[in-house]
């Protein structure tokens, strides 16, 4: 991949120089910059968008990567990742990837090819960090938002929630309730983004001495059918459970659809807490307690690096902004448990 | 504005000979070419952005410009856009214009300025036509996306969806399982785009000698809070109820929970159906009864249209494409009356 340095040695002037000239900045001769401007042709650099976009007249554009514009996190992320752009100028292009790596790589090189500035890439699972780190290398922005575990920053900028921590909270509002059997629901592969929370979870139980079975604990895909059916399995091998802890919302009404379906009382028979907080929490009848990501904030800080990253050049150390904590939100869905392990084998009948 | 003709005559071709360059197709010598260009760049034409593409190499994309992203139905059906754009080769970016007239005047002027070989634009209200056709004019295709009254075809290509069908359907439905004192709960404002499937609706009442008195039709917005707030409204003033139409799958979940707050049993006490059949319609407990949009042929026929329309020459007549017409789709949210009148003011009683 061709570096600013080798455009700069090509046209025979600084780097400094070649800067200039993409960026519009700077006094730069006529006959240097055609000179600069025929390199970077030549070589097939591609130079930082932004400076391309001024020079060319072109609209400044963000991209917004997520791998599932179905699953209404995204759309409500999205939201405010717009308002946040917005206020800076930028518009806002969401690209969806379907969780299709090949469409994946398309979208990434056509942003680097001129379709946006830079990019906001969304859940970036380990596969695709290399293609990340290849279009920044090529003076592509590139910000990752909702990175998970703050303590283990990624090579790229990022935008870091710890989520960690949002296990921790809900285990503990469980407990304060008095539950101790407890099943959990988790989103995705054993292995995959969630385990941050699902480690956070379980070392809370397990410090309150109230370690979590192996056989209490269900993988799902991380939606709603995803987690209706693995909490039928739950509750059907689970041993008396009074409450269910999904790692995300998606799931966690599907574990309501599934007590609605065994005619278990929420929160009555059955506490469910979930994880993000997406309106849907708020519509549901009962409306589900959760564990708050902060979207806002996340949204504005990504929006933020974003523009600093497009502002920099690209081979400074990745910046990594933390947001505030996760918040606990007490809704209908958790209560204390009324009776002990009315799906029978109760502690007080073992 | 410069048109193509404006061009050819200023670089001494003719409009084909223009169209050819800018498409890269035909046999045009060096000269004429780069004569017909300087033209263009002098006259500020801004030609087909298909055509600029393929000269300058960038990315096929098309844009999809929505109202609100936080709607649900707009993420399922960029979805399906999605899909049938990638068969065609196209990527698709979504811009959210947040109902804010101003964001999408940009929006459009950015697509315009080169972010996309054309758009979709969802439930254009009468407002921005004028914008639309502009863009139009300017080579800019542009398809309108669910036009509701296939009968009454917009100044612009457009993917049509009898939407005063939609209304008839869900009428017969009710009117099928027995009820006769029906409520209404319309999306948006009066005269708004929710009017003609309100008046299939009303129209098939009035044809069953069971016409809807004014006092059981409450507007609201076209949300689910929205939905709630006129269903409370409704019900409170309503005389012995059994049924409620609203006019999109938003605002029946609205009614859902209203129903749910007024321990109102749904389907026993009130049968509740709306339009639409988004992802939230089957999830909600009970499931609710919906006329389903032929989003997935929506999509397809929009998608199509649109690639026509960056093939074609800006100055035809629009033309239209109707999808099939919506579907009744009956959960377990609408049943026939268990009793009459149990919010009082029943026919018998009366």
């Known amino acids: 991949m061709t570096t600013l340095v080798e455009v700069a040695r090509a ?20 006959e240097t910059r055609q000179r600069v401007l025929e390199a970077v042709e030549r070589l097939g650099y591609r130079p930082n968008l932004m400076a391309r976009a001024l020079v060319e007249g072109k609209p400044h554009t963000m991209a917004l990567l997520v791998s599932s514009i179905a699953n209404p996190f995204y759309p409500e992320f999205a939201l405010e990742v717009e308002r946040a752009a917005r206020k800076l100028g930028y518009f806002l292009l969401v690209c ?7 469409q994946e790589r398309a979208y990434l090189d056509a942003i680097g090819g001129a379709l946006a500035q830079g990019v906001i890439v969304m859940n970036a699972d380990f596969v695709q960090l290399d ?12 910000v990752l938002c909702m990175w998970e575990r703050p303590q283990e920053p990624p090579p790229l900028p990022c935008v ?19 539950h101790r059997r407890i099943g959990v629901v988790c989103g995705g592969e054993p292995g995959g983004n969630h385990r941050w929370r699902l480690r956070g979870f379980l070392d809370t139980l397990e410090q309150a001495g109230a370690a979590l079975p192996p056989s209490c604990l269900r993988h799902g895909h991380d939606t709603i059918d995803g987690g209706r059916d693995a909490a039928h399995r739950l509750l059907a091998g689970g041993p008396g459970l009074t409450a269910v802890f999904a790692t995300n919302d998606l799931p966690a009404v ?27 929490a708020r519509q549901m009848r009962p409306p589900l ?15 933020q690096l974003l523009q600093s990253e497009i502002d920099a050049s690209p081979d400074h150390v990745p910046p990594m902004r933390v947001t505030e904590a996760p918040r606990l939100v007490v809704r209908a869905s958790t209560s204390a448990p009324r009776r002990e392990g009315i799906l029978g084998g109760a502690d007080s009948g073992d």
């Open 254 to 280: 599907g574990v309501l659809q599934a007590a609605a379906e065994l005619s278990l009382q929420v929160p009555g028979d059955l506490s469910v807490i979930g994880v993000t907080d997406i309106q849907l």
């Open 289 to 303: 307690s959760t564990v708050a990501m902060p979207t806002t904030e996340a949204a504005a800080l990504a929006v």
């Open 11 to 30: 046209a025979g002037v600084t780097a400094a120089t070649v800067s200039n000239v993409l960026r519009n900045r700077g006094k730069v001769g006529e």
């Open 96 to 102: 969806n990837t379907n969780e299709d790596p090949a």
């Open 160 to 178: 870091a929630v710890d989520l960690y921590q949002a296990g921790v909270l809900a285990a503990e509002h469980l407990l304060r309730l008095g």
């Open 131 to 142: 293609a990340l780190q290849d279009l920044r290398r090529r003076g592509v922005p590139v």
